[in-house]
């Protein structure tokens, strides 16, 4: 076997520019897929995590159809005994509660439709990431009764500054008029303009009083340590609930439940990223193919003489295939040396994308990306390519099988 590497790795430089030209696109290939792959779990990665730590949290308990419909009366009853039974299950790490509704809020300068939500503001700084990031005034606290926290875009539209005075107005759970008197007590950034475009958050307690939910609460937020764990832990939490009376009103979602558009979104950018790498690697393997191919019209006279001194067809099977083993294998391992350094280079040091940050902060991405290198990215790419080479490889030996050394001596 040996010996069949080493004459191989000799056939592949007979023609150097050739095979340099083939390495050069074996290795190119290599590197792009690593690296774009990288940057799409990358990019999927930052856009989950700053959609889960602002707002949605990793899973929700939340009454049946209030994912659905959204309606003020699909409260849960009783929220306090679900939070302490859900506390005391293994893998969760904080959870905190929230009251929704929908109301108009109002400044002196214009008025826009937006979604109240009442947290409790030392709990809800373990959940999410609201607490920091605050870009103007500051972070609400227990006293702060008449409170209210803006997304930055809500803030421009509204033209509402730190300390200015908030209206909202709505309807309460049992059909009353919601309205309250609200002073800006911040003005946040969260990366999601469309959360920064239509939400307020004020103290929980304020939320139940004027939209009169008498104690109950929309949304119980959990978050955990262990994200590839999530369906497991949702398991043992409706396990752990089944117990508890009114549990069978009750679901608790996962994040990709909560937002099935951003996982439909996902899985769109990953479907058309492989296009795009099946075109590369087709591309690549039509150049592997001519190398191969040209090297075998070259070399038919050469097999002639070796299959008429007694060289068994299947020994130069053996050796185009190893030819494809070689030029394939040193190929890759430039690719996956260069392709790794670069990866990792981007992931140390990000890239910005400071021209396009507007349309990025619309689907919940900050101007800059961290590539993540991983074991999926390193070896699926180059995993791939060497099996599609392979199989052209295939096709030059089955060339070879099917020639006759007396037909083969005669071609000059």
């Not at 009442?118 to 607490?131: C, W």
């Not at 492989?274 to 090297?295: R, S």
């Amino acid at each position: 076997m040996g010996m069949t590497i080493t004459i191989a790795w000799r056939n592949v430089w007979r023609n150097t520019r050739r095979s340099v030209l083939t390495l050069c696109a074996i290795a190119f290939a290599t590197i792009l897929m690593i690296f774009m792959v990288s940057m799409q779990l990358g990019g999927y990665e930052t856009m989950i995590y700053n959609t889960v730590s602002i707002h949605t949290g990793h899973l929700q308990l939340q009454r049946k159809g209030y994912q659905e419909q959204h309606k003020i009366h699909q409260a849960i009853d009783d929220p306090q005994a679900y939070m302490k039974t859900i506390q005391s299950v293994a893998g969760v790490d904080a959870i905190t509660p929230r009251v929704k509704a929908f109301a108009l809020a109002s400044t002196q300068k214009a008025t826009y439709g937006c979604l109240i939500i009442g947290i409790d503001p030392e709990s809800e700084a373990r959940v999410s990431t609201l607490a920091r990031v605050i870009q103007e005034g500051r972070y609400l606290t227990p006293g702060d009764s008449d409170g209210a926290l803006l997304g930055r875009i809500l803030a421009q539209n509204l033209g509402a500054r730190v300390g200015d005075e908030l209206v909202i107005l709505g309807q309460g759970m049992d059909g009353s008029t919601a309205a309250a008197i609200l002073r800006v007590q911040g003005i946040y950034r969260s990366g999601m303009d469309e959360f920064d475009r239509s939400v307020v958050n004020i103290p929980i307690e304020t939320a139940e009083d004027v939209f009169s939910t008498r104690g109950k609460v929309h949304e119980i937020v959990i978050t955990t340590k262990d994200f590839s764990g999530l369906t497991r832990l949702a398991r043992a939490i409706r396990k752990r609930l089944s117990s508890l009376p009114g549990a069978d009103k009750l679901v608790v979602l996962t994040w990709d439940q909560i937002l099935p558009g951003l996982k439909q979104g996902i899985q769109l950018d990953m479907i058309s990223g492989w296009i795009f790498y099946m075109i590369l690697i087709l591309v690549v393997a039509f150049g592997t193919l001519n190398t191969f191919l040209m090297a075998i019209l070259e070399r038919t006279r050469e097999f002639g003489v070796m299959m008429a001194m007694g060289c068994a067809k299947k020994r130069i099977v053996v050796m185009i295939l190893a030819e494809t083993v070689v030029l394939t294998g040193l190929g890759l391992i430039i690719g996956i040396v260069l392709g790794c350094g670069v990866t990792y280079y981007y992931q140390v040091h990000g890239i910005v994308f400071e021209e396009i940050a507007d349309v990025m902060g619309q689907w919940g991405l900050p101007p800059e990306i961290r590539p993540r290198l991983s074991l999926i990215s390193i070896v699926l790419g180059p995993l791939i390519i060497s099996g599609i080479s392979f199989l052209v490889g295939l096709y030059p030996a089955w060339r070879v099988r099917s020639l006759h050394a007396a037909s083969a001596l005669k071609t000059w």
